[in-house]
């Protein structure tokens, strides 16, 4: 049971050992939270490979969704945005405060826009690192379609500037004229030799050096030197020197002349010891050092084992950064620069060192050992069942309150009877929590119970919530409640329902479902009868959600897909089902738990129809095929496939019978209206929104769907079910 909230705020390099440490020897009584604005996390020492071709997307970023479940942490996919320190709270962009004992920082440093006029507006920043891999994609394309070799000046002679010119000469050779900018001599804090070195390099790959050069403007075709020269460019990347974030400066916490958290060599802020700090955004008293991933490493180990003394309530031990370090400066070409002090070697084996220690660096927070699971019993502690399992009477006032509008909280809601014609439609949904972010799992708690009012036409009302939460100490049961019904009461309000009662207690694993009332006129309710011969068939998400979330659980999908599947469940089934209604829907419902095959098998027998559907055509969300493909199923996918052992066939197949959370409505569209019904849904947001087959007349005895094969209709022809 915890008692004590550590939150880590932002994945960086001090981070992620961070996140290891506590899942090798989880700190008993604390709760570990990690508010992470990226859900991978790139790791700077691979970066210039990457630009250079020698690394892929998932060789050089960290999976925090994966590591965090190692470490027993929750991930709040979100960006922090301030902290509130006598309230003890991060501020996040779209989630409440978030409640913290011990806060850590570790979000490494943010483009300076004050920097040199026009910078802001014409250079490409290469901080923060997270931004570089899509940023470089871009100029990759450009550069690939350009009719001349494209004019890049990287701006910025420390060794990120110089391995990033480097590592883009060697992946684009003649598409581009590259050139170095920089203010003093390059690499001004390595020995004279290193620089020598490069200079050499860049002299043979035909990058042009300008030295001593600080620039005065960019604009939009170049740059202007102090001296007056002007320099032609059509890019221009900007290497120099990052700034802090600059909500740091209204924390209150102490900060250095460049607005980094200043700390002590503990690592914890000089003001507040609730605060520690890590990587780029710290700044140590008396020890300053260059903003390098190689200090954000070495955080990492004393930051753990201070972060734990500070929430044990013990002394905090003092860590001094070395002054001499090993710098490996890529050259892109497979091969490396090593200096550490006076020492300096060049060539291909200083690559091949540099390529095992970073892959080294990376395979731990990939490979991650198995751990014993936590003993029941150590997580139950005896707990009683009945009304003994409530959540403590206080614990839920204080979250009700902080709610605000919820009640009057008499015994029962009390609701107005609409009076105007509309009859009441009721629903319920419960499920199990499949994501650790409780305010995220409230939204789509809320959403997938909307799904089947809005299904039906009707308008959302009132819901009534069952919450469970896991027990600890009351502040976190609070906070758990607060934000789970946070989250679920910003779907509900949007949709126009409002909050009105429910029940709480206390369960092994969060739980949360509501019973939602509406109201629809006799005349407009959709059903799922009602499907008409020639109909089409329009869906208004991407399929895939139990397949991934079942990956997720078992750690074999990437946390980008993982990211984009929550995504896709928290958005609102309202807006489209008003867009289907709008084009004359003729029946409706939504896809939940029996995948397509089985809701779609229940509107064609309420409509005495048949279907035929085009595999090609069915949307699937990032990296869903690819799960399927591997096997990866949920659970209840071998029911949902059993109803149609006729239907076999590879991932597309297999998506018909995926279950689906908060999953998106299909319903039958007149055949003159479904392509404008289709742009209409993308335009309100529903990217995936898709036309999937079409209605047919029921033939005795068929098995009512036809599925074609994926890659029949490629003849440039219109889908096949156009024949009348
Ligand atoms: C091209 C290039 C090459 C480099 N090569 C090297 C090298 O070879 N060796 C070296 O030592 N250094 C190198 N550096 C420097 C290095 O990138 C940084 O010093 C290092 O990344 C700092 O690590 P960090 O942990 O402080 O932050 P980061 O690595 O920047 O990580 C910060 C994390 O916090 C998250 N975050 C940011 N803001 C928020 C927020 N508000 N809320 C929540 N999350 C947030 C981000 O998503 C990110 O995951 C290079 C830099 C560049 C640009």
Redesign the pocket.
Known sequence: MADKDLVL???????VQVLRRFGMRPEPGVRLTL????VE?????M??GF?AGHYGHDDIHID?MHLARFAGARVIH????GLDRAAGRVL??RQPPLRYDVVSL?????PRADAVPGAAEHAVP?????R?AARWRTLMAEAEGAERPLAVTVVGGG???T??VLAMHHRLGARVRPALVTRGALLAHHDPRVAAALRRVLAERGVTLHEHAPVARVEPDGLVLADGRRLPADRVLW?TQAGA?P?LADTGLALDAGGFVRVAPTLRSVTDPRVFA?????SMDGHPRP???????R?GPPLAANLRRSLRGEPLRPFVPQTRFL????TGDRAAVASRGPFVARGRWVWRWKDWIDRRFMRAFRDLPEMPPASPAMVQEMRCGGCGAKVPAAALARALDRLGGVGPRDDAAVLDAPGDGRLLVQTVDHFRAFVDDPYVFGRIAANHALGDIHAMGAQPLAALAIAAVPPHAPALVEEDLFRMLAGARAVLEAAGARLVGGHSGEAAEPALGFAVTGAVHPDRILRKGGLRAGDRLVLTKALGTGTLLAAAMRGRVPARHVAAALEAMQRPAGPAAACLMAHGATAATDVTGFGLYGHLMEMLEASDADAVLDADAIPALPGALGTLASGVVSTLHPANAAAAPHLRGGPRVALLFDPQTAGGLLAGIPAGRAAACVTALRALGCADAAVIGAVTGAVPGSRRVVVRPAGLATDGQPPMWSEP
Do not use: N, Q
């Not at 996390?41 to 020492?45: A, D, L, W």
């Not at 890590?278 to 710290?282: I, K, L, N, Q």
């Not at 903003?291 to 490493?297: L, N, Q, R, T, Y």
């Open positions: 705020i932002g994945g960086g390099h001090a981070h508010v992470a604005r990226d996390t790139p790791y700077s020492g970066l210039p630009v925090l979100d960006e922090a945005t996040c962009r570790d979000i490494g440093s943010a290469v901080k923060p690192v997270d570089l060794p990120a500037g391995e990033l290497t974030a909500w890590a990587g780029d955004v710290a903003k390098a991933g190689v200090f954000a490493v955080h710098s490996l400066i890529a």
